[in-house]
């Protein structure tokens, strides 16, 4: 669905950078339990299976700890960028606004388009030259904006999607370069199925 000035109005970059701060907390405090899991489990002194198993058991909690540690960090960073590049855009908007007031243009938030006055004709021909000219001018940077716009949302979109693990780090960190994906390489003649599946 694509993105309408109205929409960019009621983005808030206050409620972004909340959840930004949120995904910091939250990693930290996961990376604190993981350290302190392991420090933990350097003070015990006993062997045997018991402290193998004990050992096996905090090491796979402290990777699990770790990558969820990992995930909020990548949360944090997109909702970071995403809050940045909303209020930008943000401003960029009030900015073409106060521009189209200032040539009497009126803007339709559906279509993204700068609207010369009803009235027109009842302005100078200099005048009426400077308005459509204001409003091609407009139009073409409501055009830029909205396409900056779908790029903070794809942003924010990716933090949300990392936030329920739908999207791994390295995805959301991929996301927030805006590169382009990888495409995958084909394997060699005579590779296993399972590779050329994949």
Known sequence: MALTLADIERWDPAAIRTVFQAAIDRAHGTRTT??????????????????????????????LLDDHADACEAVARAA???????AAIKLRLQAI?????????????????ALP????????????????????????????????????DGDLAAAIRGAARDLSPEQVNTQLSHEPPRMPQMPP????????SK
């Not at 970071?80 to 909303?86: H, Q």
Request: proline share 4%; net charge negative.
């Open 189 to 196: 003649p005579g590779s296993d199925p399972k590779e050329v």
């Open 117 to 152: 006055p009803a009235d027109l004709s009842s302005y100078s021909p200099a005048d009426q030259q400077s308005i459509l000219n204001a409003a091609i001018r407009l139009t073409e940077s409501i055009k830029r904006l909205l396409a900056d716009a779908e790029t903070a």
């Open 34 to 63: 993981s350290a302190a899991l392991t420090d933990t489990m350097r003070l015990l002194d006993f062997g045997g299976d018991a402290a193998d198993a004990a050992l096996a058991a905090t090491h796979r909690t402290t990777l």
């Open 80 to 86: 970071e960028k995403s809050a940045d590049e909303v």
């Open 97 to 113: 606004r106060d521009s189209a007031r200032d040539y009497h243009l009126t803007i339709d938030n559906a279509t993204g388009t």
